[in-house]
């Protein structure tokens, strides 16, 4: 009982600091500037830790260890595309899409960006975009509630669904309040936990094995396939089609709004490769500790979890590591990884139902002060509705994650590429893009074909509409143009 209240103690007073932090900011958060993209002020610092944490996710702590766990370094290759992709998107996205969002109308969101960009006025490139958000948010926010869900049951032995109330009450308080400018505090605090905590727990289960050495040995015993990235757990070989889909995991950075967004609040694109340095540094430590964690507590754990509570090994080897009060603090991180993700996950889709639908259709007049207010409210539908999604005890945090990770690829990141790089993209495009490439992923998931990662063929779909549909258009007008050719002449 001592150990419990030790570690509640510890949860208790990181969320008091959260929840403290997003009471401050409340009072800075006066319009919807603010409440999204913090006024555009954020450093490096802030900027890429906090774009990290809120991608990462508890997915990170939890879903790849638990992979890892029966995998081994085959687990790696999502590792490897994820750090490719979170390169490529620092170093050809953010600093365009930061120059291009603000001569586009300061456009505050995604689709509103898309909107200014082609100068939209049917209201289309603000609804269509809107209606994939709000899909493929729900899910992926609901992935994060379960595993609260799982971390709050595993330390605590609470059951399930109370303990999903209780992490999803967490996020939901700071986000509702304090807005953009809480969420990437709170996020800069939880990417500096998380780095730290994946870290030490595997260095920490080496040396209680006798070194890395005696690690290596006793993981090559254990299972000789551990260290063949080509083998699968069930001792076949890896496949072309199968290999395609771990690495395409980082096409999928090129279409997440909770990620571009940050991209689109840096105070000014000269910080960008301070901050580039800064995640790469933060991603690629971080992914080869999580793929440690599964790999050694397959040796260091005397009691094999089977299931859906392999992803629980990070937990598991904490509690037996450490003691009561430094377990607590380790586990906080855990909690920090899934409220940094769904807060993000939660400001987005809360903006685009704000912006997006209840300006673009219901008021198109409502002023800031309104429309903050719905944004706050949409957050408690969305987390309720996001919540009763994740009952289910036996979902894996890294399938659901995937599935709304290859939503957001397909749907948005070949429209952003097109939008940002290729001058003759059009509206009609963009829109046929959106759709094919988000309908693509919801029917291909249903039929698993070819055994291919769903992201992988609406990428590409999306792509081919939007290159087909673009040249039967006509072309952008010069303003348009002169935009474009404004950002592509400014040397970033």
């Known amino acids: ?88 998107n620092w170093h050809f996205v953010a600093a365009r899409l930061r120059q291009y969002t603000e001569l586009a109308g300061n ?111 006793a993981i090559s015993e254990y299972k000789a396939t551990m260290f063949a990235p080509f083998t699968k757990p069930d001792g076949s070989t890896l496949g072309a089609i199968e290999l395609i889909s771990l690495l395409a995991w980082g096409i999928g950075y090129f279409g997440q709004p909770h990620i571009l967004v940050r991209f689109m609040a840096i105070k000014s694109t000269k910080e960008i490769p301070q901050a580039t340095r800064i995640a790469m540094t933060w991603v690629v430590l971080s992914l080869i500790a999580a793929i440690a964690v599964g790999m050694v507590g397959a040796v260091y754990l005397t009691t094999p979890l089977e299931g859906t509570n392999s992803e629980t090994v990070f937990l598991v080897m904490t509690n037996q590591l450490f003691p009561p009060i430094i377990a607590g603090l380790v586990l906080s991180a855990v909690l920090a990884a899934i409220m940094s993700t769904a807060s993000s996950q939660l400001l987005v889709a809360a903006s685009a139902f704000a912006q997006d639908f209840y300006k673009t259709l219901i008021r198109k007049d409502a002023e800031q ?92 779909f999306s792509i081919i509409a939007i290159y087909l549909v673009s040249k039967l258009d006509k072309e952008p007008d010069s303003d348009i143009q002169k935009t474009f050719d404004k950002v592509s002449q400014s040397n970033i």
């Open 1 to 88: 009982m001592t150990i419990d209240v030790m570690i509640i103690n510890a949860f208790v007073l990181y969320i008091g600091v959260m929840m403290g932090i997003g009471v401050y900011y409340y009072r800075k958060t006066q319009n919807m500037s603010d409440y999204f993209l913090g006024n555009r002020k954020l450093g490096a610092w802030v900027t890429s830790l906090s774009a990290e944490a809120s991608d990462m996710s508890g997915w990170m702590l939890m879903g790849v260890p638990g992979f890892a766990y029966f995998a081994g370094l085959n687990a790696g290759w999502i590792a490897v595309g994820i750090a490719i992709g979170t390169w490529a």
């Open 107 to 217: 456009s505050l969101t995604l689709p509103e960006f898309l909107q200014n960009r082609f100068k939209d006025t049917s209201g289309l490139l603000r609804i269509v975009p809107a209606i994939f958000i709000l899909i493929f948010f729900i899910l992926y926010t609901s992935s994060g509630f379960v595993a609260a869900g799982k971390l709050f049951e595993t330390v605590f032995g609470l059951q399930f669904k109370y303990a999903i109330f209780l992490g999803a009450g967490s996020v939901v308080f700071y986000t509702l309040i304090g807005g953009f400018l809480a969420v990437s505090r709170t996020d800069f605090i939880q990417g500096v936990m998380m780095f730290f905590a994946i870290l030490l727990v595997p260095i920490c289960a080496m040396m209680s094995l006798g070194g890395l050495e005696n690690t290596v040995t």
């Open 369 to 460: 002060a309104e429309l903050v207010w719905i944004s706050r409210a949409s957050v408690l539908v969305i987390a309720s509705i996001a919540v009763y999604l994740g009952f289910n005890p036996d979902s894996f945090i890294l399938d659901m994650v995937s599935y709304a990770w290859a939503g957001f690829g397909a749907a948005f990141g070949p429209a952003l590429l097109m939008s940002l790089f290729w001058k003759r993209t059009t509206r009609m495009g963009v829109i046929a893009g959106i759709i094919v490439g988000g309908v693509t992923v919801l029917v291909w998931k249903q039929f698993n074909l070819f055994g291919l990662y769903e992201i992988v063929p609406g990428f590409i």
